[in-house]
């Protein structure tokens, strides 16, 4: 006869029992403290807790002395974290991530108004702190059974008709749920389902049918307490003679042997179950099944039992890569299930290679990620992971990628280094050498650099986020070279080559100031200086281009010329529309007489203001009715004089005047009055 003898795989802790575990270890090394109700079902893990120093309280009353207070993965309502806030107790939240997604829900549903039916059982801690974060202004009922809901349909109208969710504690049973959502759905249109029966629980409510349908003999490990555990005694009895067992020495011996005397007369092959319910330690699941390969011991039997119940754990090694989940995050590590037995953890520095990061800026609790082991400690059932070793690998290959294809990479300037600095990209490190990190050296011929002063330009690097291209790989030492220079080459020259192909006279651009001289300015158009020479800055007359612009300043420009072969451009800045020429010639023509300023004075004549802008010519000739050969001796820069218009060059923009006209009119218009007077004399004298 063979006897064989299968745990089921999901047998055991879930990772939010698993975690509330964790921290009540950590609470029992740093001093102990207080579970708010039983941490799990399972009295032996709890005695266990209090000989550690970590006890059950009922009430928040009970954690007067100071001590922190961890509530367990089931979770509770609103009221208890506002009490715990009100008499200032230190508490550790090990609420499961999936519980507190079903505290959401109902909060933001019930806050809209929607009634709230939970399927589950009314006095388990899990739902009651599900309805104390339902809004207090809607219903909120707890069902159990089908004659629960039938009930709810025929006396409450509100059921029926008002907006409804409806979820189910995380450790319902599946087939129940399905049940109850057809019946719900047929009474209930203004609904919102949310499944919330949690995977850990499914999975191992069907691995225990799965194992229950090929077994002769069923041993359902968990405390009596426990829902789950229950739920999972309860499926497999549909299949088969079922134990239900809180830890090995409870097992009826007796009663068990006679099951297995009856199988052994039908069959010469007995196999045997044993799953666990979620807060069931995995040293009792061991025990159970030790036990149970002792009392089927025959001599026809040579199984090493505990190497097959190892068989049937998931093992891991150092260097494994795994799928973890992230169960909680918090200053100093990120707590994850692996699917095995042991508790993950991946301290901060083993999360990411950027420095300054804390653990919630990497991850977030539901986030499943790839990491590698790095430790093992079986006896604690401990793994510490690294997840930054395996963004590292697959980053070095991204990199590979970047440098074979020439491609660029971003990546933040993480420390200076001797003779460079150090980029995190990818998760890995990248060494820019100084002579790529497009700093200036302000090296002075052959003169040595000095290396404080280039340290300091670098430091100017660190924190910012760089383009750069990968320009060796070497995978074997891990180590990556690359060029911020090369890359910056590269994006401006492409900017170059667009440039130019769009290039075209009159094409208007906004670009800034680069530098200065006393002829012009020339000004970055995106990747290619223009020069605006001086004249072309402004309408008026000016002798130096700062009397209108700074260096840093935005300039709308236009092009004037442009020769790409010498890679020059020419541009202008004055606006057209304000062209004192046009001005000049809508208001003024010839013969008017105008009041000028003089601006200079040069041996042909004086140059006048007329309006700013425009500026006319007084000749040599024009200047008096005498005879002028210095013109100095009669006008001076700054003099205001009435001249007349004489001539307007519109072609050339030119404008002649001339003082000389007007005296000649002005002496023509006296004598004309005087031989008036005279006319007017001689007729009276008659
Ligand atoms: Fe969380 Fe699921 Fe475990 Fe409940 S059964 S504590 S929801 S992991």
């Not at 020439?406 to 003779?419: A, D, E, L, Y």
């Not at 010498?566 to 009041?595: C, H, M, Y």
Request: with cysteine.
């Amino acid at each position: 006869m063979s006897i064989n003898i299968t745990v089921a795989k999901t047998a055991g802790f879930c990772f939010g029992v698993k975690n509330a575990m964790t921290q009540a270890e950590k609470l029992a090394e740093n001093g102990g403290g207080y579970t708010l109700g039983q941490l799990i079902h399972n009295p032996f893990a709890i005695k266990e807790l209090e000989k550690k120093g970590v006890f059950a309280i009922d009430t928040l009353d009970e954690a007067k002395d100071g001590k922190t207070v961890i509530i367990r993965s089931h979770g509770v309502g609103q009221a208890v974290y506002d009490e715990l806030k009100r008499q200032n107790i230190p508490y550790i939240d090990a609420t499961c991530p999936k519980v507190v997604k079903i505290h959401k829900i109902v909060e933001e549903e019930s806050a809209k108004g929607a009634n709230v039916l939970i399927a589950g059982d009314p006095n388990h801690p899990e739902v009651k702190g599900i309805m104390g974060h339902c809004h207090k202004n809607v219903k909120v009922w707890v069902v159990n059974s089908l004659d629960d809901i039938e009930s709810l349909v025929k006396n409450e109208k509100s059921f029926v008709h008002n907006a409804l969710i409806f979820l189910s504690q995380t450790t319902g049973k599946l087939s129940k749920w399905i049940e109850y959502k057809k019946i719900v759905k047929k009474h209930c249109t203004n609904l919102k389902i949310f499944d919330t029966i949690c995977k850990a629980t499914t999975c191992r409510q069907t691995e225990a049918e799965d194992l229950a349908s090929k077994c002769d003999l069923m041993i359902v490990v968990g405390g009596r307490e426990s829902s789950n555990t229950a739920k999972l005694a309860d499926i497999s009895k549909k299949y088969c003679k079922t134990f239900f067992t809180e830890s090995a020495e409870a097992l009826p011996v007796a009663e068990i042997k006679a099951v297995l005397s009856d199988l052994a007369k039908k069959s010469s092959d007995i196999n045997i179950g044993i799953t666990a319910g979620a807060s069931t330690p995995y040293g009792i699941i061991k025990e159970v099944h030790r036990f149970m390969s002792e009392i089927t011991k025959n001599d026809e039997m040579d199984i090493d039992f505990m190497a097959e119940v190892d068989k049937t754990f998931k093992r891991v090694y150092i260097g494994n890569r795994v799928k973890a989940y992230v169960v909680a995050v918090n200053n100093t590590e990120a707590i994850v299930d692996i699917g095995t037995k042991h508790s993950g953890y991946i301290p901060a520095d083993e999360l990411t290679a950027t420095p300054g990061l804390l653990p919630k800026d990497v991850v977030k609790p539901g986030d499943e990620i790839e990491c590698v082991v790095t430790n093992i400690n079986d006896q604690d059932g401990i793994v510490y992971l690294s997840k930054k070793r395996v963004d590292a690998a697959a980053g070095l290959e991204k990199l590979a990628d970047a440098c074979n294809n020439n491609t660029t990479v971003t990546g933040i300037v993480t420390s200076v280094v001797k003779g460079g600095v150090i980029v995190t990209c990818e998760g890995s490190r990248v060494f820019v050498p100084a002579s790529h990190t497009g700093v200036s050296r302000g090296r002075r011929g052959d003169q040595p650099e000095n290396p404080e002063e280039l340290a300091k330009k670098l430091e100017t690097l660190l924190k910012k986020e760089v383009k750069l291209k990968i320009i060796e790989v070497s995978e074997g030492r891990g180590k990556v070279v690359g060029s911020i220079k090369n890359a910056a080459k590269e994006e401006s020259d492409a900017l170059k080559e667009k440039f130019w192909s769009e290039i075209e006279v009159g094409k208007k651009y906004v670009g800034e100031v680069k530098s200065m001289e006393s002829y012009g300015v020339f000004v970055d158009l995106g990747g290619v200086d223009g020069m605006v020479h001086s004249s072309e800055l402004t309408w008026n007359r000016i002798k130096h281009p700062k009397e209108v612009v700074s260096v840093g300043d935005k300039l709308e420009v236009y092009v004037k010329s442009y020769d790409p072969e010498k890679k020059r451009v020419s541009l202008g800045a004055k606006n057209p529309d304000d062209n004192p020429w046009t001005k000049f010639l809508a208001e003024f023509a010839v013969g008017d007489v105008v009041k000028v300023q003089v601006v200079s004075i040069t041996p042909f004549g004086a140059f006048a203001q007329i309006i700013p802008g425009v500026d006319g010519l007084i000749h040599i000739s024009q200047i008096s009715l005498d005879r002028v050969t210095n013109v100095a001796q009669y006008l001076t820069v700054g003099q205001v004089v009435e001249a007349k218009i004489t001539e307007v060059d519109e072609e050339k923009s030119r404008v002649s005047l001339s003082i000389k006209e007007l005296l000649e009119e002005s002496a023509g218009d006296e004598e004309e009055a005087a031989e008036e007077e005279t006319e007017g004399t001689e007729e009276a004298a008659e």
